[in-house]
């Protein structure tokens, strides 16, 4: 099954909502309803947000912290909300920002503003030099740079694709929006594999993702709606992983088995074809290993714990070798002898390293003239043993580069961070009184991404639930 590669689809278009859930982090205990601008907004509309401007506790938060209120306006006038009206604060109650897809590759996306104010919206022409406007009703107003959103609006072909159920959260919710399948907020590669694997692989039920942040009274909760299904026999209904733990300064991945490993190298991999078997027998005589003996690994319940090595700027590079360090916190297999894997384990380590540092030898010709030639010499790579805990860290290390495991009764971590391994050693155990939800599925120190949230967000946890008809993600913002 495919579930996997969605999870990670949507932690990475999920990077793009967390910088705007980061300046609607406030300690509120009681906040207005208002949230129905949507249905004022143009009916092509391919991306929509909503947030209350006019919560007292956001206009008390504001006043007293200076860097999300400088966050919040950046957010508003980076995507063009009238910088005179902004100014003017209390003319605002509501603000719902609309984009239109452009219909052709080069063209500027249409976008625009529907906005609820205190009094009489057909008075805020003073504020609206450079934009065309209509009203929607007595204190609605939308606006834009260009004509044909307003138009639409004039017509009354207004947005019309939220259910029922949708409309209904968004009537109890802090903030919310949705976005079209085919448009991508935030700067996404959009040509990235994942996205062609969600639509060839899950069936779409609905043609928009629908978001929304409630309150809770430690935390905040991010709900987004994906419209992929699955099929009901491939539904998994019970998590075998459970106690996440939090590691800072890192994401901390709750996976459930992957099953065949080599269906989800395949998903990965759409665009060619992978002949299973020469690769396998290229990584054995490579690395003098047997791989379908490793594989045994990742067919059960792990922990992947992910640690940017330096500030990410998107979730989608938490995935890239190379800038992270990474420990796969899992335990022997049942029923596999554990001298068996340990043994191809250290196999491929002081091989792969070998290939990766190789060492010049000089050769002398027969005619007496002489050469280097490269070697991977896998002899010189032993691994060193260090007691730690109950159990023994075994590791390799060149240069700036580690790989290594740690072996514990059943207990198997496998690592390219000495570093990393012991703190999850340490911290995973660790009471965390804040930590309410403990059974996430992610849980992640947004600290990572070097975003100013993290001044108001300790962590952030995620839950994963498939359904037929959709797959919805859960996230539990942790306010510090």
Known sequence: MKQHWLKIYILIVGSAIFVLVGVLWFGISNYTRAGKLWQ?????????????????????????????????????LDNDLPAELWKSENEL?????????????GEKNKSGWIIRTRGDAGQLGVYLGGYYYTTAKANIAVISREKEPIREIENKNFFNKMSRDQEKRMKGSLAGGFWDLDFWPGNLDVA????????????????????????????FDLF????AGVEKQKIEAVKTNKDVYFIEGAMVLNIWELGDIWEKIAAG????????AAIEEYLNNKYKIRVDRLYT???????????????????????????????????????????VI???????????????????????????????????NSDKFLLATEKYGEGDLRYIRKDNFEAGYYLSDKKLMIFDSVELAKSVLDNKNREVPWLVDRNSECLLDPNIFGWQIADFIRAVGMDFEWGVESFNVRATLYNK
């Open 93 to 105: 109650i509501e603000v719902g920002m609309f984009i239109i897809k452009a219909d052709k590759e």
């Open 297 to 339: 690994i990742f067919e059960q319940p792990f922990f992947l714990v992910v640690q940017p090595t330096q500030k990410s700027d998107g979730l989608y590079k938490n995935y890239q070798s190379g800038i992270n360090h990474y420990v796969l916190d899992a335990s022997v297999p049942s029923g596999q002898d554990g001298g």
């Open 224 to 227: 987004l709606e994906w419209p």
């Open 269 to 276: 991999n759409i665009d060619q074809y992978l002949d299973r």
């Open 342 to 376: 340990i043994s191809e384990l250290e196999s491929f380590m002081r091989n792969y390293m070998a290939y990766k540092f190789p060492e010049k030898r000089l050769k002398v010709l027969p005619d007496k003239t002489s050469g280097y030639e490269v070697v991977a």
């Open 192 to 219: 990235w594999p994942l996205k062609n694997i969600v639509k060839a692989n899950f069936k779409i039920t609905r043609e928009a993702v629908f978001w929304q942040i409630t309150k809770r009274e430690e935390s």
């Open 40 to 76: 004022y907004a143009p009916r092509e509309t391919d991306f929509f947000v909503e947030i209350n401007l006019a919560d007292k506790n956001l206009v008390d938060f504001l006043q007293q912290n200076r860097t999300a209120k400088d966050m919040l306006e950046k957010f508003l």
